[in-house]
């Protein structure tokens, strides 16, 4: 069942949402050569809280992290940890927090110092796919229309788009209804109505859109190692649109 939020709750998750996106103005801050993903984290959760939220992530399903830090070939849910990053890595770090029980999600890849240029053009298309799908994000349309323009566009940029994880409606639950794949004929699906609050997060390959999961159960990487990307923002839809609840 999808719950339209009243004003009073997308009020407080702009707030969640806010605290998402400094958190991620934080962490750029950091990423560079020689950091480690733990490091990541430990300053990620000690910004979290100081804002008087809490880490959506941590805990959730028994996650050890605050956040989600993804190098390179790895898609989704990497653990921090002792990993350092290098330079010419990209990292994807997917951030939740709560705030008065309710949640804000987005997720960025950042590049680690100096990148190539075809891992600078997955990013650069990655977030463009994005906001692709956000313009089809109006009340009455049908919600595949934004799986459809994030598809199309992927694939006619020559990149994968990875079918087995989705977005997803967001409040006081991290996760709920509807799915929303990124990927799909238009005009299927429910229509968006004012308050519905959801997540958008394109998740795109460089090469095929095939993903493992590795032995600890979490970390998504891709079957044929090379890069992929992330970018997510948390959405209210409006009477006569979208409002991007995931900034500072």
Not at 195 to 216: F, H, K, Q, W
Request: net charge negative; glycine share 10%.
């Amino acid at each position: 069942m999808i719950v339209c939020k009243t004003p009073r709750e997308i009020e407080i998750m702009r707030e969640a949402g806010r605290i998402v996106a400094m958190t991620h103005q934080e962490l750029k801050k950091h990423i560079s050569p020689g950091i480690t993903t733990k490091e990541l984290d430990a300053i990620a959760e000690d910004f979290i809280r100081k804002q008087g939220a809490t880490p959506s992530f941590k805990g959730y399903n028994g996650f050890r992290g605050s956040i989600c830090a993804s190098v390179n070939n790895e898609l989704v849910h990497g653990i921090p940890g002792k990993r350092v990053l290098n330079e010419g890595d990209i990292i994807s770090i997917d951030i939740g927090a709560k705030y008065n029980g309710y949640h804000g999600d987005s997720a960025w890849t950042y590049p680690v110092g100096k990148i190539d240029e075809e891992a600078q053009r997955l990013l650069d298309v990655t977030e463009e796919s994005l906001f692709r799908g956000l313009k089809e994000a109006k009340p009455g349309e049908r919600l595949s229309n934004i799986s459809h323009a994030i598809q199309t566009y992927v694939e006619s940029e020559g990149f994968s788009i990875v079918r087995e994880y989705v977005g997803h409606g967001i409040g006081q639950e991290l996760h709920e209804d509807p799915q929303i794949p990124h990927y799909g004929p238009p005009n299927r699906g429910p229509r968006l109505k004012p308050g519905m609050v959801l997540c958008i997060e394109p998740m795109v390959n460089a090469g095929s859109r095939y993903v493992n999961t590795l032995a600890d159960d979490w970390t998504v990487v891709t079957v044929d190692g090379k890069m992929c990307a992330h970018f997510e923002h948390t959405i209210a839809i409006t009477e006569t649109g979208f409002e991007i609840l995931t900034k500072a």
